[in-house]
C-alpha cells in the first residue's frame, strides 16, 4: 500500500499546537521533508461540487515520490467556515511499475476522502496490495473512442519523446476525463508514471504539469468540446490507440481459395480438345499434382524476406531511458519554478550522465540559471526549516536538514556552483544542523563544589561525596516534588553518571540503572537501587543533608577528584533531569553555537537567542546567580541584573569604554573601529561578537562560561 496524507480545517492537527488547516492523518514513514512539500500544496478546489485531481513527481531525502492527490471542498469545518480536504497518496518507483496509469488509479480506488471527522491519527503501515475496482482495458483506447470517434485521438497527449505538453480545454465529467488521461497514459507503456497532470488548473497553476485541464499559455490547446470534429492524428502511437496492436500484422502468405477452385484450375486444358486420351489427361493431372506439392512444400523464402520486421515495444528499457532524457529538461525548469533548485540540479547532472547530447544542448541555456539562483534559494529554504522554534527539540528532523545540506553540498560541488556568500551559509546550515542533530537538550542544573574522596586500598570499596549548596538543594528539591513522589508513594525512575566535559553530549553508551524517587519527614531521596544493598548513587536534599553520594566496589572514588560529573535521571514518561557536579571550571568546554544563534530587534536593538537556539540557552538552571548574555570584553562585577537579552546600551556602554581604554590588555584601534561601525550600521550581533552567556553571582561576579557565539 502507498503512503497517505490527509490535509484540512481542524481544531487539532497530527502535530501538537496545530490548528486550523494542517495535517491530520499521515503514515509516520513519511519525511518531515516531503510532509512540508504536501502541506505547501494547500487546497486548490473551492467549488462545492466536483473535485481537483493532480499526479506530480516530488524530490525529498535523495528519492523521487509519485504523488497523486485529490482535492475537495464538502461542508463547514469546526469554525463554520468552508472546510477543504487534500487527500494525497504517495507511490514509490517500485509501487508505481505494477499498477496502472496515475489517471486510472484515481478513477478506481474507492478510498478517497472527501471529509474528516475524527481524531488527528497516525495511520498504519499496510503490505496488502491497493484495491482497485475492475476497469475495461486501456488500449485500444475505448473512451477516447466514444468520446471523440476514435482511439487515434488519445495520441494527442503523446509524442515519441513522452507526454506533450498540452492545455485541454470544456473537459467531460471528472471520470470520463479520468478515463482519457488513463487511456493517453497507457500508450507510453512503462513510462505511463512520467505524464504528469493537473485537471484543474486555474486553481493548481499549470507549472510543472504535463497536461493541464484549463487555460496555458504558450502551450498547444486542444478544445475537446470540438473533439470529435478535430483531425486524429496519425503515426505509431495514434495506430496502437485507435486498434490496440504493437505493430504491423505480416503479410499474408498466399490466396485462401479453396482447393477445388485449384484443381479446376490445373484441369482446365483438360477441356481444349476432345481428342485427348484420357491416360494423357490423367498424366497431366499427377504432373500437375506434384508440381502443386512441390510448389507448396517449398520454404516460403520469399513471405519472409517481404514480410517487415515488427518495431520494438514503445516501452522497452531503451525507450524508457530515451524518454527520460528527451523529458528531463521540462522536469529541471519546473524544478527551479518551485525553487526547488536541489532536485533540478540533480536531475541535471543525472540527465547529463545518460545522455552527453542532453548537456550540450540545454547547457548554455539552463546551467547558467541553475547555478546562480542554487545557494540563494536553497540557503533561504534550509534556513527557513533550520530556524523552526520546535526544530531543536526534533533530532530526526535536525538530521534530516543536515542530510538535505549535506546533499545541496555534494550537488553544488558537481555542478561548479560560485562560492559566494550563499554557499558558505549553506556549509554552515549543515554543521550547525548536524551538530545541534547531535546534542542531547534537557534540563540541566548547575552547582559547583568539591569531591570528598575515601578509600582504604586498591581493592577496597570506596565513597565520594559532594556537598550541594542551599540553592541547589533546593531546585533538586522542585524536582523531586515535581515527580508527585510523596510519603505514601515512590517514584520508579532510572540513573546514570556521566563524565562533564561539555553541556549536552549525547551519550548513547553508558548504561541506566534502576532508581527511585521518595520523599521523608526530613529529607527527599533519589537512589539507585541496588540488590548489593549499597546504593551506588544516593542525592539526598532536607533540613540536616544535602550531598551528593557515590559508592564503588572499589577504589574508582579517588579517581573522581578534580573532575566534573553529570547525573541524569529518566522518568517513566521519558523526560529528563540532570545535574551538574562542576568542580573544575578549566575542564568545562562552552558549546559554540556560532553567530547565528543570535538575531537583533529591529525596533530596539535587542540582542537574543534565535527561536532554535531558545530551546539550549532555557535549558540551563543557575542554582546560585542568575544567566546574562554579554557582548566580547564586558567587565566584572556587573551590578545589573543579568538578563540573556543584551539592551543596545549595554553594548554601547561597552564601546565606549573599550574606546577608552589603555595599557595592558586594551583591545586594538582597528578591533573596536570595527564593532563601531557595526553598531552605527544596527549590526548589534557583529558588533559584540564573540558573545557569551554565563553564569553570573549575585554580587554580579563572573561565573560558569557555558555559551558561545562565534
Known sequence: MPLQLIFTSAPRGLVAGRSGFCTVARHASLSERLTQQLEALGTPHDAAEGETFTFRRLEAGSQTWYVLSRFVARGLDYSQRDNRLAHHVVFTAEEAAVLPPPAAVALRWNDWKDTWSEEPTWLKEDTRPLPLASHPVLTPAAGWREFAGTGAKAAWLVNASGAASVSLLNPPSSAQLLRLLAESSALLGRAAWS????????????DGFDWAVGYASGRPTIDLAQAAQLTAPTGELARVAATGAGATAPASAGPTASSPRRTNSASAPATASNTVTIAVVSLLVLVAAGLAIAYFSKPEKKVVETTKPTPPPIDSTAADELLKANRAITDVDSFMARNDFVAAGKLWLESCKLSPTFAARYREQYLPRLKSKFADTTTASLLGRLESPTATANRKSMLEIAEDAAEALRIGMALEVTKDAAWEELTRIQARAQMVGNLDVRPIILTQGEWLTADVGPNSPSTAEFKLSMAAAEKIGRFIDATGANKNKAISARIRLLPLESFHARDERTKYQPAEIRTGSQANWIEA?????????VIGVGSRLNTVTLNFADNSASQLRDTNQLIEIELADGSHQTIALITNVKALRPLNLGLAALKSDVDTGVVHAAAWAEPIIN??????????????????PDRDLASIRATKSLLDTDLVRLERKSGPGAPSYDEVKARRSAFTAQDFVKAGAPWSLRTVSPRGEEGLLLVEFR
Open 529 to 537: 537501587t541496588s540488590n548489593s544493598g549499597q546504593q551506588p548513587i
Open 195 to 206: 505524464a504528469t497532470f493537473t485537471t484543474n488548473a486555474a486553481k493548481t497553476g499549470a
Open 619 to 636: 535549558s540551563f538552571i543557575a542554582s546560585n546567580g542568575s544567566l546574562g548574555l554579554y557582548p566580547a570584553g564586558h567587565e566584572f
